[in-house]
């Protein structure tokens, strides 16, 4: 069994969170009321392959989400498995930041969005601002992380979302 390594650290970013997304093709967890997400901002939407289970085709992703930072633009970063990432456990406002830089491209202080996730033979996305504020959020997140299993899978996507400068 592979797993991911993650070392937990101090969280340091600051940000309200809600989030927004809508399903394709798999299963996608609820949406979150967006009443704390920087408003003014126009929602991010992205689009990737989902990683393909075997030899099958699972589609193509489309998400919308409001941003949770002033400023900032989303990274999508692909990974074959077993990876790894250095990730904090969720800060006061329920964000989960990257506390070293990654070989995908995530950068100290990305916030990570999303993440695949397995239930036995079904695929989807785990909403990590939504739930890693929740009781037992941070053992939640960690556990769609590792659900990304080379049993099932060979790859794992994870939305991050980059703070940049106003």
């Not at 704390?36 to 193509?60: L, Q, Y």
């Not at 990654?102 to 939504?130: I, N, P, S």
Request: hydrophobic share 45%.
């Amino acid at each position: 069994l592979h797993k991911i390594m993650m070392k937990v650290l101090v969280p340091i970013f600051l940000a309200s969170f809600a989030v927004e997304a809508f399903k394709p093709s798999f299963h996608v967890l609820p949406a979150r009321s967006r009443s704390r997400a920087f408003s003014a901002r126009p929602e991010f939407e992205v689009s990737f392959e989902m990683p393909k289970k075997g030899i099958k085709d699972i589609g193509t992703a489309q998400l919308r989400m409001a941003p949770v930072l002033e400023a900032s633009e989303p990274l999508i970063v692909r990974y074959r498995l077993p990876f790894g990432l250095d990730v904090a456990p969720p800060n006061a406002e329920g964000l989960c930041l990257v506390t070293k830089d990654g070989r995908g491209g995530e950068r100290v202080g990305d916030v990570l969005r999303f993440t695949t996730y397995w239930r036995g033979a079904t695929q989807g996305l785990y909403d990590v601002v939504k739930y890693s504020a929740a009781v037992k959020g941070w053992d939640k997140v960690v556990a769609a992380l590792v659900s990304n299993d080379l049993a099932v899978t060979d790859e794992i996507v994870l939305v991050f979302e980059r703070p940049t400068s106003a």
